[in-house]
Each structure stands twice: as structure tokens, then as C-alpha cells.
């Protein structure tokens, strides 16, 4: 357990459990900042939702009053 993984340089897709992990706020409330448009809708592969690491990391690293305007 001694390393660490960069994940802002690889282009991947996330799921929607780590997309909340990494805000830091529930599933419930991802959705919810989707059907708000402060989040945009997850992409589809078949069943599953996912957002590209890129994006994710646009989302945590803006603020509010960024995302607003």
C-alpha cells in the first residue's frame, strides 16, 4: 500500500459511486445536480453510466460561482 496512482492524466471512464466519492457527496445528490444541469448527463454503455476522468476533474476543481457563470 505504499504507491499512489496519478489520475489526472489518464483519460478514463468513471462510474457514478466514484464521481460521488470524489465530490464528496452521495449518489443521490450527483443525480440531483444532474437533473439541476450543474452536472452534465452521464454517458451510457449499455446499462451502466459514466462520466470521462477529464470532465470529473473539471467538476471538483471548479467552484459554484465558476460552474454559475
Do not use: H
Not at 36 to 50: H, S, T, V, W
Request: with cysteine.
Amino acid at each position: 500500500m505504499g504507491f499512489m496512482i496519478d489520475l489526472s492524466n489518464t483519460e478514463r471512464r468513471v462510474s457514478t459511486a466514484e464521481f460521488a466519492m470524489r465530490m464528496n457527496i452521495s449518489e443521490n445528490e450527483l443525480y440531483t445536480r444532474v437533473r439541476d444541469k450543474r452536472i452534465a448527463q452521464p454517458l451510457k454503455d449499455g446499462r451502466k453510466n459514466y462520466w470521462l476522468n477529464s470532465y470529473v476533474l473539471t467538476c471538483i476543481t471548479l467552484t459554484e460561482v465558476e460552474i454559475a457563470s
